[in-house]
């Protein structure tokens, strides 16, 4: 796969994930999140997978799109897979009622159609 065919199959992931993430948290409050053990291991899990994704996206790219917040999607990633014990719940609510919405609207324009 060539590098910019690896980004765009990245960026996909990213963009379906967040979209995952955002309908999952849909019509929901930060109470129903802290109460449903299942949805936060899925809202989890799938910022997990964004963040793994735009940890793999090359320089270049993330270059190219420094409109997108590499750094702390990364961040929250390493959070989430080694440093559960850290989790707070409203921090990761507000990533995925907040911020997952901005990182789409980033993202549909960058990504092809096709899904990479």
């Known amino acids: 796969m060539r590098p910019e065919e690896r980004d765009a199959?990245?960026?996909?992931?990213?963009?379906?994930?967040?979209?995952?993430?955002?309908?999952?948290?849909?019509?929901?409050?930060?109470?129903?999140?802290?109460?449903?053990?299942?949805?936060?291991?899925?809202?989890?899990?799938?910022?997990?997978i964004i963040g793994e994704a735009a940890r793999s996206v090359s320089d270049h790219t993330k270059k190219i799109h420094a409109e997108i917040p590499w750094r702390p999607i990364i961040a929250q990633r390493h959070i989430l897979a080694h440093e559960y014990g850290e989790i707070?719940?409203?921090?990761?609510?507000?990533?995925?009622?907040?911020h997952v919405r901005r990182l789409i609207v980033q993202l549909e324009p960058i990504v092809p159609p096709s899904g990479g």
Request: no cysteine; proline share 0%.
């Open 9 to 48: 199959a990245l960026l996909w992931d990213m963009l379906r994930y967040a979209r995952v993430v955002e309908r999952l948290v849909a019509g929901k409050t930060l109470e129903d999140y802290e109460r449903d053990e299942a949805l936060r291991l899925a809202v989890e899990r799938g910022i997990e």
């Open 88 to 98: 707070v719940n409203a921090k990761i609510w507000k990533v995925a009622s907040e």
